[in-house]
């Protein structure tokens, strides 16, 4: 059998191709390692953008959650005859009667049995 005139086999080829192949992954990896790790290592926060006003808008949908889970609490005291109900009384938790924005405390007026965000921003809620 006679051998081809470039001196490689075919297999040998092949081998030298995947060589080939995981020389560029190890060079990949190794330059996310020295270019990418030590930019998060050192602190640097990413650029203000659609992350964040994204995050400030799961905040305020939690914020007018909250508010309507309240008032449906209410709704369904005062259709037990609790008038005026009292939020202590309706067993909602902490994290639920306060904004998850500012941390301020619900403002509940039992007159009108209306429940408000003190947290700016937040009176439209």
């Known amino acids: 059998m006679r051998k081809p005139a470039s001196g490689f086999s075919p297999c040998r080829g092949q081998t030298m191709v995947a060589i080939l192949g995981v020389l560029v992954i190890l060079g990949a990896l190794v330059a996310v390692w020295f270019f990418v790790l030590p930019s998060r290592k050192a602190g640097k926060t990413p650029p203000a953008g ?3 006003a994204a995050l400030a808008r799961a905040h305020d949908v939690e914020c007018r959650n909250n508010l309507q889970q309240i ?4 709704q369904m005291a ?3 005859g609790n008038n005026p109900p009292d939020l202590a009384s309706l067993n909602l938790g902490e994290g639920l009667l306060k904004c998850p924005v500012g941390g301020e405390p619900y403002r509940y007026d039992p007159q009108t049995a209306q ?3 003190p947290h700016a921003g937040h009176e439209k809620f």
Not at 71 to 74: E, F, N
């Open 50 to 52: 659609p992350p964040q």
């Open 78 to 80: 005062q259709a037990e």
């Open 115 to 117: 429940v408000s965000c």
């Open 71 to 74: 008032r449906a609490a209410l």
